[in-house]
Antibody
Framework: EVQLLESGGGLVQPGGSLRLSCAAS????????MTWVRQTPGKGLEWVSS???????YYTDSVKGRFSISRDNSKNTLHLQMDSLRDEDTAVYYC?????????????WGQGTLVTVSS | EIVLTQSPGTLSLSPGERATLSCRAS???????LAWYQQKPGQAPRLLIY???SRATDIPDRFSGSGSGTDFTLTISRLEPEDFAVYYC???????????FGQGTNLQIK
């Protein structure tokens, strides 16, 4: 059974940093592109960042230069380092496994971790 | 940037009725990149449909997807009480690589 378990969320002041983690199990983690998606009440679901099985990284424009996605295949863990946090980064952050092959969708999601950026 | 617009924003129906949800793209997208998700309060999104029309594992056959180009539809043939939720469409673009979600349709009990 595929499981994704996020951790690391919390309250942080604007300009601060936070590191999210996602522990994966039930599939060959190293073989799949992994993704972070966030959700705010006002903006719905928003793709944040993806990392391919070979380590290629992609980011939405609003987090480029501030967020960094990485993976530790030896520990089956995905990370999101978030620096220079802004109020608008407040959201529930989901870790998601992307499908294999050329048909791209998210077939498994974690339960999410809440990040609140506020002074 | 391709924008996905879902309609209606809210749909009020009764159990047993048919639901038709629309997702319109601002420019033509590949059918293989279009997916639908269901989200219930306090839960993560759940994959329903991928490749515009293929049901995900364990999804009941009352859920179906169709469409191509800029217009896609999610149909629930006969609503069950557990189907009342928010539904999102999502697409992938390759240049630059990224994913876009629609703003969601809230399917609520009438």
């Amino acid at each position: 059974e595929v499981q994704l378990l996020e951790s690391g969320g919390g309250l942080v002041q604007p300009g601060g940093s936070l590191r999210l983690s996602c522990a994966a199990s039930g599939f060959t983690f190293s073989s799949y592109t992994m993704t972070w998606v966030r959700q705010t009440p006002g903006k719905g679901l928003e793709w944040v960042s993806s990392i391919t099985s070979s380590g290629g990284t992609y980011y939405t424009d609003s987090v480029k230069g501030r967020f960094s996605i990485s993976r530790d295949n030896s520990k089956n863990t995905l990370h999101l380092q978030m620096d220079s946090l802004r109020d608008e980064d407040t959201a529930v952050y989901y870790c998601a496994k992307r499908s294999a092959g050329s048909v791209r969708y998210f077939d498994y999601w974690g339960q999410g971790t809440l990040v609140t950026v506020s002074s | 940037e391709i924008v996905l617009t879902q309609s209606p924003g809210t749909l009020s129906l009764s159990p047993g009725e048919r639901a038709t949800l629309s997702c319109r793209a601002s420019q033509s997208v590949s059918s293989s990149s279009l997916a639908w998700y269901q989200q219930k309060p306090g839960q993560a999104p759940r994959l329903l449909i991928y490749g515009a029309s293929s049901r995900a594992t364990d999804i009941p056959d009352r859920f179906s997807g169709s469409g191509s180009g800029t217009d896609f539809t999610l149909t629930i043939s006969r609503l069950e009480p557990e189907d009342f939720a928010v539904y999102y469409c999502q697409q992938y673009v390759s240049s630059p690589p990224g994913y876009t979600f629609g703003q969601g349709t809230n399917l609520q009990i009438k």
